[in-house]
């Protein structure tokens, strides 16, 4: 897209945003001035807005267009996102990546608990609002919701602002309307504490044709410069940091990989045993602390029930604490190795990693970018009867586990290889 149609897009998207910013921060003035409301319904209806906030939120991670920008040695999640593997929605250029669908379940947990959480100590010490109230807080609540919906339509689809996130910058500004909830509701029980009189006092029942009007002026006017500061962050960072940044207080995500030249039509091609694509996941143990940790906890409650003699429950614990790391690892070996091949083109001298599942490259090196080869032999490989390639370039390392033939991948390059002592395999960056 040409620079001045970028710019243009992008001043569109802004005045959307700043108009959405007016119209939602100024009803609140609008339901204290026709429907008489308290500074109570002002709390109502920031709380109901953040979740509004919230749901879009969601909406705007699902469909975001760049992978998530996750540890590819992270257990069983880091495969998928190696593979890059997303699902396109019909008649759309809009892909929904595997790793952000089954991520989306604990974030919406998480978004919620914040919400119900921050509804708690907000909105619990309050009296029941009347049917009044609760309507036009609702209807002010649709209306946020509608207006949010459009600007995120309009902004985020049609003008192809998903394209720059992933499901992690896709959350960008939520966490500052959470702070502002909560602070701006902090400020709201404060001032209403301040102007009711004796201990007794609903906080209800402040008079808004009295202090009300100050009362939400005061709060909305902080609430405003908190959303006007969230549309204009990205300025703010390019002024504070320098003048070329695109981003603002953020680093753009990594686009999606793209290796050129898979070699489709390659002579030679090898994969790792199939034992070797499941149980070799028990021998990375050691290099996933959170798998350790899960059977630690575990095998802590059960002492904890042998304590009071309780030895069936034990005994289905330990089995749980054992079993359930064992096989998150082993799924997580197969999901790395299960279905990859490596293809080899000794002529061209190119060697290419291919996941013949999710039909993508996962990498590709060529003879001259080695600056290093090892052969090593696991315990494992003793006793299947195979060897470990290890591959240095520049940027890493890649290790080609449990080959029942290492010599086609040898001769890619051009050199003898190191042989190394036994090792354990599964440090950090197996594909790289």
């Known amino acids: 897209m040409p620079f001045t149609r970028r710019v ?22 609008v339901g204290v001035g026709l429907f008489d409301w308290s500074a109570a319904a002002l709390l109502f209806l920031y709380w109901f807005e953040l979740g509004v906030d919230s749901v879009w939120a969601l909406v705007r991670a699902v469909f975001a267009g760049r992978p998530p920008d996750i540890e590819t040695s992270t257990l069983v999640m880091g495969p998928l996102v190696e593979r890059q593997f997303a699902l396109s929605v019909p008649r759309t250029d809009l892909r929904v990546y595997l790793p952000t669908l089954l991520a989306l379940p604990v974030t919406a947990l998480i978004l919620a608990v914040v919400w119900l959480v921050t509804g708690a100590l907000l909105i619990g010490p309050l009296p029941e609002p009347s049917t009044e109230t609760v309507t036009g807080v609702l209807l002010a609540t649709i209306g946020i919701f509608v207006l949010t919906g459009i600007t995120t339509v309009r902004n985020y689809f049609y003008n192809g602002e998903y394209r720059k996130h992933n499901s992690t910058t896709a959350f960008r500004g939520l966490f500052p309307r959470i702070v502002t909830v909560f602070l701006g509701g902090i400020l709201t029980l404060a001032l209403i504490t301040a102007a009711t009189e004796g201990p007794e006092a609903e906080l209800g029942s ?20 908190s959303d006007l500061l969230g549309v204009y962050s990205d300025r703010l960072a390019v002024y504070f940091k320098s003048y070329d940044e695109e981003h603002g207080w953020q680093t753009a995500p990594p686009k999606a990989r793209s290796i050129d030249g898979t070699l489709t039509d390659a002579p030679e091609r ?21 798998s350790l940790f899960l059977g630690g906890m575990g095998l802590l409650v059960a002492v904890l029930f042998a304590i009071g003699s309780a030895w069936d429950i034990v005994a289905v614990i330990v089995l749980a604490s054992v079993s359930i790391p064992a096989l998150l690892l082993c799924l997580d070996q197969l999901l790395r190795y299960g279905t990859i091949e490596y293809r080899i083109d000794p002529d061209a001298g190119a060697l290419v ?15 001259w970018e080695e600056s290093g080869l090892r052969i090593e032999q696991t315990p494992l490989d003793s006793l299947l009867g195979t060897e470990t390639v290890t591959i240095e370039h520049a940027d890493g390392e890649y290790i080609l586990p449990h080959l029942p033939d290492a010599a086609s991948v040898i001769a890619v390059f051009d050199r003898q290889p190191e042989r190394s002592e036994p090792i354990i395999p599964g440090r950090a960056g197996l594909l790289g």
């Open 8 to 29: 243009l897009y992008a001043e569109n998207s802004r005045r959307t945003e700043l108009l959405s910013t007016i119209v939602s921060n100024s009803l609140p003035v």
């Open 206 to 225: 402040l008079d808004p044709t009295v202090v009300g009007l100050p009362l939400v002026l005061m709060v909305v006017c902080f609430k405003f410069t």
């Open 270 to 290: 090898v994969r790792p045993v199939r034992w070797g694509r499941v149980i070799g996941g028990l021998l990375r143990l050691p290099y996933h602390p959170g």
């Open 353 to 367: 990693a291919y996941d013949r599942l999710f039909g993508t490259a996962l990498w590709r090196i060529e003879s």
